[in-house]
């Protein structure tokens, strides 16, 4: 450990007091800036230590690197990024992008007073839900419909309302984790309803159902969509259909958790053979929830629809305050599901519609408009590569869409570095590495983007192979 090295880092006061960082308090909040100061001190300290610093530069070179890494990297830690995966709703980069149009009018419902709980006709108390019930009605074909704060939201409500203290059958092949610690086993218990496991992980009859109601005493046989995994091969599950001829005798009822469903009819965005919302409903199943952002396209939420004497029931659970949608999310669910009315508005609107209903052709002069661009700022190699892509988010997880990307690279860079520096840019860029090459898919790049992703290839063009200046950006 060099004692000297360590002694010349600044102290956080004596950089603040440098002109870059005074500066910097036009745009800035003072607690901003000393924790940028406060990181990037704490990288030096780590450099020394382990050996990587040879020198550290004087204050004002220091205090002009913080500034440029605050500037890049902009005030938030929350922040847009570009998303060329290819994956369209991606869970890590916030599931589904809302659109123009629906993100306008979020903007203008939030920015003043709205009448969120008002009934503007009688000029007395309203109720939030009031809002869209009727549309989520006519798009579904439900009798009744609510909305709460989230799909995982959704499902333990519905089994807290309908089936606490009581059995419900699930099949062993549909205990499914989902992303971030979702386990349907753990839910059902937290809910207060008793797991009746059914079936194997592989096949499930439907004779292991009616035992679960006739020995069991199931009051309830729920469906949950695996969503992020598909089996394949000596497999056999029960429809909505065959569960709810099953449960009819018996009075028990039934549940189905879709996860990601769409909101627009299927042809819109070629899923071919894909259940509807519309069809588990006219098949017999009492209560279906889903997710806002995931095939829906919308804002987060967890979108409760079927018959009206349960969906009251669970409207009136003391828990759906708790569990209660805010009013942006609110106003992106309504108008993304007025513009799903209409294939040509959502396809043109709602960007996952947009994304899903590509053509390869379309793709392929996509791919090919940012390959020109690309070729326009020099210094980076560039090449058009069909790609497949994915609906993402525990969407059809045996689904794969045939895209284009752009294959980039520079000279000196190796492909993981090329990612990461694309990573470091003012916009983000997450990209994907396969087969050692960055690709750039034309998909989930949205129109906006070109200019920013030329941007940060240039830059990352003209600093190259070589190592960043001494001091410069954080590891
Ligand atoms: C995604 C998903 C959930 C969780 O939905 P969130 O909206 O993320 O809370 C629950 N069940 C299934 C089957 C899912 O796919």
Redesign the pocket.
Known sequence: MDQRLLMQIPKVDVLLAEEPLVRLEADFTHDQIKDAARSHLQSLREGVLAGELAEIDPPEKVAEAVARTLENRGAYSLRPVINATGVVLHTNLGRSPLGEAVAEHVAEVAAGYCNLEYNLERGERGSRYNHIERIICEITGAEAAMVVN????A?FLMLNTLCKGQGVAVSRGEQ?E?GGS?RVPEIMVQSGARLIEVGTTNKTHEADYARAISEQGASALLK??P??FAMIGFTESVSVAQLSDLARDSGALVLY????APLFPNEVAGLDNQETIRGVLRDGADVVCF????LAGSA?G?ILVGRRDLIERIRANQLTRMLRIDKLSLAALEMTMQLCRDPRLARREVPVVRMLSMTADELRGRAEALDEAIAAIGGVEHEVVAVKDEPG??SLPDVLLDGYAVSVTVAGLAPAELERRLREAPTPIVARVSKEQVLLSARTIMDGDVERVCAALSEIAQVGGEEPPAGGAER
Request: aromatic content about 4%; charged content about 10%.
């Open positions: 989230n799909n995982a939201g499902v499914v989902i979702f949950v969509h969503s992020n958790d879709m996860g990601s997710s806002g952002d995931k987060q967890g988010g525990g």
